[in-house]
């Protein structure tokens, strides 16, 4: 689990003793994300896929199943922002006669109950496509009336509509999240993502590409499933038909764009962010080394603890390890020579 880097941030202040720390805040976002890659264990960083597809590339989508009318204060979360299902007896305004954005009439007044929640589906389907909010912006809802679904399209192809995040209340079932975004590969070339802090595996359909070792690695023959990097952009020496996924491992980011905290990390990250910040002074001659050098070694000292804390197997993994090494200890012997009169070999 990954908590906001704001809660290092406010420990960081409360330690330094800073009222107000608004003007270190990109500062301190980089020597957090310096610090998780110290650490460096096997859970500071997400394992990620994105795929990548040789024809059009498309967007993600979403769907809803209404099995009977919303019921009143129920509700539907996209990206943290809440639509809610009222009776229009109890619907509340900012304006008199204006309803607030994000409510929902239900419409009672038919006697038909399809008809009934083909009214409020549309409603609703009207309310997230004229929704002024930035988190819904991008994101389309369509309903067919007879149907029970709600479908919810990102207007923008390629992988970045697969994070959108969504949640609802009882009433309404999710029979699919934000899913289905693909990257375009062009000519050859793909665009690794933003967020990358490492390349685990590509897979074209299901065979498993690998790096080129070629000193001129523009001669590699077509004929080889071979890749090689340049810059941001892997170069495939096959031109494939079949989608291309990337394996990787990502920093995760908060909705403000600051690098997320693994839990268990923060205090290690925030006498990173303290010896560093305290490190300016002290080059300017106002720190006395002391304090410097203190805040060194407590950083030194938490981030073996939060690698060791994360690398440390589980109880799972653990009865995996003693399976392993019982499966290697020789078979003992049932009649063991006179001398010793023990099982010992």
């Known amino acids: 689990m990954h908590v906001p880097v704001n809660r290092v941030f406010n420990n960081v202040a409360r330690n330094l003793g800073l009222n107000n720390y608004n003007n270190n805040i990109d500062s301190w976002a980089e020597w957090a994300f310096e ?3 110290y650490i ?7 394992q990620k896929e994105i795929t990548y597809s040789s024809g059009e590339p498309t967007a993600a989508t979403a769907k809803i199943e209404f099995s009977s009318l919303p019921s009143d204060k129920s509700w539907v979360e996209i990206n943290s922002t809440r639509f809610i299902f009222r009776e229009p007896l109890v619907t509340q305004t900012a304006v008199p006669g204006v309803p607030i954005i994000n409510t929902i009439d239900l419409d009672d007044t038919i006697v038909s109950i399809q008809t009934d929640l083909d009214t409020t589906l549309g409603n609703f389907v009207n309310k ?8 819904v912006k991008g994101i389309t809802a369509a309903h067919t009336a007879g149907d029970s679904f709600v479908t919810f399209t990102f207007v923008k192809t390629g992988d970045k509509g697969n994070h959108i995040t969504l949640d609802s209340s009882g009433d309404a079932k999710i029979t699919k999240y934000f899913s289905g975004g693909k990257e375009r590969m062009h000519n050859k070339q793909i665009r690794l993502p933003d967020n990358m802090v490492k390349l685990l595996s590509i897979r074209a359909g299901n065979t498993i590409v690998q790096p080129t070792s070629s000193q001129y690695k523009s001669k590699v023959s077509s004929l080889l499933d071979r890749y090689y990097i340049n810059g941001n952009r892997v170069n495939f020496t096959t031109d494939y038909t079949e989608d291309v996924v990337v394996s990787y491992l990502a920093v995760p980011l908060s909705p403000e764009g600051f690098p997320m905290i693994l839990q268990g990390h923060e205090e290690a990250v925030a006498f990173y962010i303290m010896w560093k910040y305290k490190s300016i002074g002290y080059y300017a001659g106002e720190v006395p080394q002391y ?5 060194e070694r407590r950083w ?3 981030c073996g603890k939060a690698r060791g804390d994360d690398n440390m197997p589980n109880s799972i993994e653990l009865l995996k390890i003693g399976k392993m090494w019982n499966a290697k200890v020789p078979i003992t012997s049932f009649n063991p020579p006179l001398y010793d009169g023990l099982n010992s070999y």
Do not use: H, P
């Open 300 to 302: 030194y000292q938490l």
């Open 128 to 135: 997230i496509n004229d929704s002024y909010y930035y988190t």
């Open 291 to 295: 304090i410097v050098k203190d805040l």
């Open 35 to 37: 610090a998780e890659q």
């Open 40 to 46: 460096g264990s096997n859970k500071t960083f997400l």
